[in-house]
């Protein structure tokens, strides 16, 4: 089936099947390797992806689904201005160790600053909630996102 | 190239003891940073194995006809393949077949493997395999494989691996394929007139590691010999295991090592690559293999283990002896098990001063998923029931938890255990720390408990590692060290440990990753002895390529060979400057050429495990957690950890790894727990295997760093990231103790917590 989202900013027509995975689309056709399969059933987050701004598990959403669709992955976003932000607060925390988590760490984070969720502490608890990280111990994260949403970390 | 005049600065900048932003921040931000899964080579084809549903049984035969039939499918590999060579494996104990061979001995055990044109291909082809078994007795628990007459998992006489390092291995006994003891004083007399003796029995649950990216191996075999693109901690073993297993040179076996996503102990020693391996021989075309969740469960977990411990003391809280028997789960193949069981057994006596000490640990094979090395690992299993011991000698002797621990505990100098190292750092000095930093004296709420503990980790594994260190010729260095950045930092920790011995910034060194053609031998990485070992390495081969800049410099000034110094990436007489670039142009005319240093770490001694550790990680932790007496549910409200690292290379690095030591603790101790049945493990997902997020993060924690210089590695540093694990754990069942809930089976469920609740109530009414 020939579907044809908006990735990364560009329309881009790819002919997939349609059992295809969106997180293997990207992988292996398109080379886009920063979604990373983990889990493969909607945990860990780290192969989360944006679409028309939300984030989605790509593990487990199928790729005829973004037909006409936004899809951001992190090739798009560190192409964006406001990534720079990110990567300072991140960089400033040291919130990155291993790095398999980051890239959709990233994303989650770029869509709820844009949500405008994060009012507190605790929502940016709540919104992480679904990316998970196993070296950090996410008090550097939440502290970094704390800085970005202009709420105090804990 | 443009070579500017230099002026000399105020003050060289240090550049060992700042935070640093981390040198691969960016790389792994913007999705840059390549992991095995992310590779690809040409011709290169996908694997599937197909694992054991059985945890024990006979193969009857194996019938592949109608998978090779597939489309797509290139190859298929069964123990059959293997019969050219002496297909047996393990570090420890070479116990393990490539592929299962007659028998497998755990659910999950590969039985065959294929190689197709792609992943889907490779999956369809592995349900085509057919396979009869018949079915054997399941030594599925501790309890089992202990038992008089148990079945045996292993009937063979065990054969020592490349890497067992602890003297002469035992010969198997049962099902005990390790034992490790000490015993010291005359402990039966002192417990018979102690006027206090507390015992009991504990268990500690299996555990998966839940590194995110599972281990995944490229193999190519080809005129140049074997290639690895490996996610392996320790990629020179893995060269070597390779090397006898194949009976190849050690020349002609590669092991190229990319950024790995999380190791905590999983990817330590060989683990995939044997059937990549073997299996792209079959095929005569590169193969890769990316485990699921579900299959790296069952190719590395920790130990769980069953302790039996009693602590004599006297009346007024001095501790007199220790007697304890701890037994390992080892799974169907003893991995590391035989370094778990060593490491836990000096870990139990924990640090303080005995009259007498005997411990008893052992190795137990059983049918189920083989265990490994996991953070912390032999420290984390024990040190919570003896600090529990410690906790109700105080009750019973009205001793506050840290007082005790005052008068007990060891003092730099003292022995640890019999030979090897005298302790070497100030273990008061840091619980009184802890207890600062937790808020120790803070007025109790109604339901709220509070622990602390303190043990000590045989750190730094075999003292072998090397490293070479370039400057190039526009004044950049290169350092090039076979140890593993898995997430530690330490590609940060070595760029400014050379940066401060060459005098240039620690932006301008770049470390790159393993490439066994390449970078220089290190054991492993492991046993927190990354920044102490590698790092001394790095050290000694920056200082001879100091040397070699003074050397230069000296035939700029000749006669004042006293007076120059280097800083700021230049050296300097006085006043008068000549940068790194010029100074190499001088040796070698144009602009080419390089400055290369080498430096080594070897054992000091033989290098045997008695003689070690290198030095002893500091296991301190404390915790506040409040108890819901009528869910059961515990709620972590404070933590601290103090980092007794010696000297801090980079204090933000050492800080996460005690926040992320700190959360993994909180999982072990709290919530996660691999629950296997008749040798079967029931949750083999993240959905029912669940690790924690951010809303398990405490209300408040600290880190403490400690830095009193006593560390054998560079600046006086040691390693860190692994205590601050075995002693959250600790400090957490000592809190929910110290709430009146003493348990002895981790993790604390509230189903346990609310179980022990009612059976204390029942017990005092």
């Known amino acids: 089936m020939r579907v044809a989202p908006v990735l990364n900013g560009h329309v881009t027509t790819i002919d997939v099947e349609p059992q295809e995975l969106l997180l293997d689309v990207l992988r292996e056709r398109l080379d886009l390797t920063g979604a990373k399969r983990s889990c493969d059933v909607q945990v860990c987050g780290t192969c989360t992806v944006l679409v028309d701004g939300l984030p989605v598990s790509s593990c487990t959403y199928l790729a005829v689904e973004t037909d006409g669709r936004d899809v951001l992955t992190i090739e798009g976003l560190r192409e964006l201005p406001e990534f720079e932000a990110i990567t300072d607060a991140f960089g400033r925390h040291a919130a990155v160790q291993c790095g398999f988590c980051t890239p959709a760490m990233a994303l989650t984070i770029h869509a709820l600053l844009a949500s405008g969720e994060l009012t507190d502490e605790e929502a940016v608890r709540h919104g992480l909630a679904g990316n998970l990280c196993r070296c950090t111990g996410y008090r550097a994260i939440v502290d970094a996102v704390g800085d970005l949403a202009g709420v105090p970390g804990a | 190239m443009t070579i500017e005049t230099p002026r000399r600065p105020a003050v060289a900048t240090p550049q060992v003891g700042r935070s640093m932003r981390r040198v691969d921040a960016d790389d792994k931000l913007r999705g840059d940073a390549r992991y095995v899964g992310d590779m690809s080579v040409p011709r290169m084809l996908h694997g599937k194995v197909l694992r054991s549903p059985m945890a024990h049984a006979r193969i009857v035969s194996i019938d592949t006809a109608a998978a090779l039939a597939m489309p797509g499918v290139v190859a298929v590999l069964t123990g059959a393949d293997l019969m050219d060579i002496d297909p047996y494996w393990g570090h420890a104990i ?129 005129a140049d010999g074997i290639t690895m693109w490996a996610t392996c901690q320790h990629p020179f073993l ?17 092991v190229i090592v990319p950024y790995l996503g999380g190791g905590f102990g999983s990817k330590s020693y060989t683990k995939m690559e044997p059937i990549t391996v073997a299996l792209a021989r079959k095929a005569g075309r590169p193969v890769k293999i990316v485990n699921t969740v579900a299959e790296s469960m069952v190719t590395s977990r920790r130990h769980g283990a069953q302790i039996h411990m009693r602590t004599a003391a006297d009346s007024s809280g001095t501790l007199l002896a220790r007697d304890v028997t701890i037994s390992f789960d080892t799974g169907a193949y003893a991995d590391n098990g035989p370094r778990v069981t060593a490491t836990g057994g000096d870990a139990a006596p924990g640090p303080y001063r005995w009259a007498a000490v005997r411990v008893d640990a052992l190795c137990v094979y059983t049918n189920t998923a083989p265990s490994g090395s996991y953070r912390a690992f032999g420290a984390s299993h024990v040190q919570w029931v003896g600090e529990m011991q410690v906790d109700e000698i105080a009750r019973r002797t009205g001793l506050d938890a840290l007082e005790i621990r005052r008068r007990n505990l060891l003092r730099p100098g003292e022995q640890v255990r019999p030979g090897g190292k005298p302790l070497d750092a100030d273990l008061i000095g840091d619980i009184e720390k802890v207890a600062e930093a937790l808020g120790w004296h803070d007025d109790k709420p109604p339901d709220t408990g509070r622990g602390l503990s303190v043990g000590l980790l045989a750190a730094g594994a075999h003292p072998v590692s090397s490293a070479v260190v370039r400057l190039e010729a526009d004044g950049d260095v290169i350092v090039l060290v076979g140890s593993t950045e898995m997430g530690q930092g330490q590609r940060t920790a070595f760029a400014q440990i050379a940066a401060e011995v060459l005098g240039v910034e620690a932006e301008r060194v770049r470390c790159i990753g393993t490439d066994t053609r390449f970078t220089p031998y290190d054991r492993s990485t492991g046993a927190s002895r990354s920044t102490t070992l590698a790092g001394l390495a790095v050290q000694r081969a920056a200082q001879q390529v100091r040397a070699d800049l003074l050397d230069i410099a000296a035939l700029v000034w000749p006669g004042r060979e006293a007076d120059i110094e280097l800083a700021d990436g230049s050296a300097w007489c006085g006043e008068d400057g000549r940068t790194y670039p ?64 010696g000297k801090a290379i980079n204090p933000q690095l050492v800080e996460r790894q005690d926040e992320g030591a700190t959360m993994q603790g909180i999982g072990n101790a709290m919530f996660e727990e691999m629950v296997f049945s008749d040798g079967l493990l029931l949750n083999d997902d993240l959905l029912e295997y669940r690790i924690p997020s951010t809303v398990d993060l405490p209300g408040r924690s600290a880190c403490v760093i400690v830095e009193n210089g006593d560390g054998p590695g560079p600046f006086g540093a040691k390693g860190c990231g692994e205590g601050a694990f075995a002693g959250i754990i600790g400090a957490l069942a000592t809190a929910v103790a110290d709430a009146g809930v003493p348990m002895h089976q981790l993790p604390l469920t509230p189903e346990r917590v609310w179980t022990r609740i009612q059976e204390l109530q029942e017990s005092t009414r």
Request: hydrophobic share 45%; net charge negative; with cysteine.
């Open chain 2, 94 to 222: 070479k116990d393990r077949p490539i592929v299962a061979i007659d028998r497998v001995r755990f659910a999950g055990e590969p039985v065959a493997a294929v190689a197709a044109v792609d992943e889907a291909a490779a999956e369809a082809a592995i349900r085509e395999i057919v396979v009869e078994y018949e079915e054997l007795p399941v030594v599925g628990t501790l309890d089992e494989a202990l038992a008089p007459d148990a079945p045996l998992v292993q009937d063979g006489p065990l054969r020592p691996g490349l890497f067992h390092g602890l003297g002469t291995l035992p010969a198997r006994d049962g099902n005990i394929c390790y034992r490790y003891g000490i015993d010291r004083g005359p402990v039966d007399e002192v417990f018979a007139s102690a006027a206090i003796v507390v015992e009991g029995d504990y268990t500690f649950p299996g555990v998966y590691q839940y590194a995110m990216e599972t281990h995944s191996v490229i193999a190519q075999w080809d």
């Open chain 2, 238 to 254: 893995v060269r070597a295991e390779i090397a006898a297993l194949f009976d190849v040179p050690l020349g002609k076996v590669r």
């Open chain 2, 582 to 645: 010029e100074l190499i142009a001088r040796r070698f005319g144009l602009s080419g050429g390089q400055l290369i240093g080498e430096g080594g770490v070897y054992p000091e001694g033989t290098g045997s495990y008695a003689e070690g550790p290198v030095f002893w990680e500091v296991c301190i932790g404390a915790a506040e957690v409040t108890v819901d007496r009528d869910t059961g549910a515990v709620t972590v409200t404070r933590t601290a950890t103090v980092a007794d690292v």
